[in-house]
């Protein structure tokens, strides 16, 4: 009986050959399934913590803003110089009463209080931003000008022209009057750019849209100055982008 049962297991292997083969080349296939399979979860792992990486880094230089625009109204408080935070945690506003302009002129008055808050105003950025190398989380800074609304000649250039060059003339304080190392003008981003950057809006920009009296006027008589944070760039964002496209 066991000499029967061998021979017929014989015959049935050797009329159907192709089965160990079959057998063999979808167990193949399995393994490269597998490590495909493996090979996709390691990708897509890293393409997420990349994408947290750049969150964190995003949340990172916003907590960095935020610090640096607490400090310096904090510094700025104690010596009873007072500048306001707005738009979302992003600007540290000096008021027209801060400064002092006089209608239709760009030039700081010679008051000893004023010039001295426009001095501290720059000392206590500079000591911000140098603190912790803070200056790496930044993209730029902006000092702003800004007017009301009236009309006025100013040298043929009208608001445009005054809120610039009234941005100019604290700017010019502060990189003339200051012994700062390195001096403000001279600090750079990530980027190796040029870290501050002036300009004027005009009444483009007003705090109050609405100027029914010299209060709401004067509001909007200011300088702002503006701090835009590090981003990923172009080039980041395109790297992970297959990855974020593969997880939806």
Request: charged fraction near 30%; glycine fraction near 4%; avoid cysteine.
């Amino acid at each position: 009986m066991d000499r029967i049962f061998h021979r017929s297991s014989s015959k049935v292997d050797e009329e159907n050959p192709y089965w160990m083969s079959f057998s063999d080349l979808m167990s193949g296939f399995l393994v490269i399934f597998i490590l495909a399979a493996i090979a996709l979860i390691i990708e897509l792992t890293q393409k997420t913590e990349e994408i947290d990486q750049s969150i964190d880094e995003l949340k990172k230089a916003e907590q960095v803003r935020r610090d640096i625009i607490t400090e310096v109204q904090d510094e700025l408080a104690k010596k009873n110089i007072r500048v306001e935070i707005a738009d979302n945690d992003t600007v540290l506003r000096i008021r027209d009463s801060t400064l002092g302009f006089k209608s239709g002129e760009d030039t700081l008055p010679q008051d000893e209080e004023m010039q001295l808050a426009v001095r501290d105003i720059g000392f206590a950025l500079h000591s911000a931003i140098m603190k912790k190398e803070r200056f790496a989380y930044l993209d730029t800074v902006f000092v702003e000008g800004h007017t009301d609304s009236d009309s006025i000649y100013y040298r043929g250039k009208g608001n445009w022209g005054l809120s610039t060059d009234r941005a100019v003339s604290i700017w010019r304080v502060w990189q003339s009057k200051l012994q700062l190392t390195p001096k403000l003008g001279d600090l750079e981003n990530a980027y190796g750019q040029r870290l501050f950057s002036v300009s004027g809006y005009a009444a483009t920009r007003r705090v109050n849209e609405q100027e029914d009296n010299d209060q709401q006027k004067a509001e909007n008589r200011r300088i702002d100055i503006r701090f835009t944070v590090k981003k990923p760039s172009i080039a980041e964002v395109e790297a992970i982008k297959p990855g974020i496209q593969e997880l939806e």
